[in-house]
């Protein structure tokens, strides 16, 4: 039992630096979410998710991500999220 409660603590910690973070890698993303990095990277090359390029660097905004989520999933036809979506994301 005591095992189980220390693996929760450090899933807890983990989470919360995350949460610090405005922008996220691929990797920290794929933690945030609880999906695997390769359906991270199908989902940026279908232009599924919302995501910002740096260079060669594919980086997550923590917000977006949230109404993203919140959005079922959809983004607008312009592949970001949309005013609408950010008005009902604080509604």
């Known amino acids: 039992m005591r095992i189980k409660k220390q693996r929760n603590f ?6 919360i630096q995350i949460m610090k973070k405005q922008f996220l890698d691929v990797e920290g993303i794929s ?6 990095k390769s ?3 199908k989902k940026v090359a279908a232009k599924e ?3 910002h390029k740096i260079g060669s660097r594919t980086l997550f905004d923590i ?12 983004l607008s036809e312009s592949g970001k999220v949309s005013f609408m979506d950010i008005k009902s994301f604080l509604d």
């Open 10 to 15: 450090w899933w807890w910690l983990t989470i």
């Open 63 to 74: 917000d977006e991500i949230n109404m993203w989520v919140k959005s079922d999933g959809t």
């Open 39 to 41: 359906c991270i990277y």
């Open 49 to 51: 998710i919302p995501y």
């Open 31 to 36: 933690e945030y979410l609880t999906i695997s």
